[in-house]
């Protein structure tokens, strides 16, 4: 089993800056792959980037890359989703979630965080 509780969200003004962590709990949590999930309003929950079990790979979603960057410390059982430039249209509620095996672009993920506001006003 592993736990995830996200943190880091919060309001903030178009082209601020906002760090999220997703730390863990359980065993193992160094051999999953991490992804970060977004959902708006009325939205279906979309992927926003991931990174695999080593933090040797990173993939993100076209309408963040470049401005989201996913980092891991295996040490601290915690991995972070930076956000740099943000935009209005970033507002959501960011997930994290955790898999065995390979990194996936889907919600096909065995745990989940509960999830942490970001608020980007204009």
């Known amino acids: 089993q592993v736990q995830l509780v996200e943190s880091g969200g919060g309001l903030v003004q178009a082209g601020d800056s906002l760090r999220l962590s997703c730390a863990a709990s359980?065993?193992?949590?160094?051999?999953?792959?991490v992804g970060w999930f977004r959902q708006a309003p009325g939205k279906a929950r979309e992927f926003v980037g991931a990174?695999?079990?080593?933090?040797?790979?990173?993939y993100y979603a076209g309408s963040v890359k470049g401005r989201f960057t996913i980092s891991r410390d295996n040490t601290k059982n915690t991995v972070y989703l930076q956000m740099n430039s943000l935009k209005p249209e970033d507002t959501a509620v960011y997930y994290c979630?955790?898999?065995?095996?390979?990194?996936?672009?889907?919600?096909?993920?065995?745990?989940w965080g509960q999830g942490t506001q970001v608020t980007v006003s204009s």
């Open positions: 359980g065993r193992s949590f160094s051999s999953y792959s």
């Open positions: 979630a955790a898999r065995g095996g390979g990194v996936v672009r889907t919600t096909e993920y065995t745990y």
């Open positions: 990174v695999s079990w080593s933090g040797g790979s990173t």
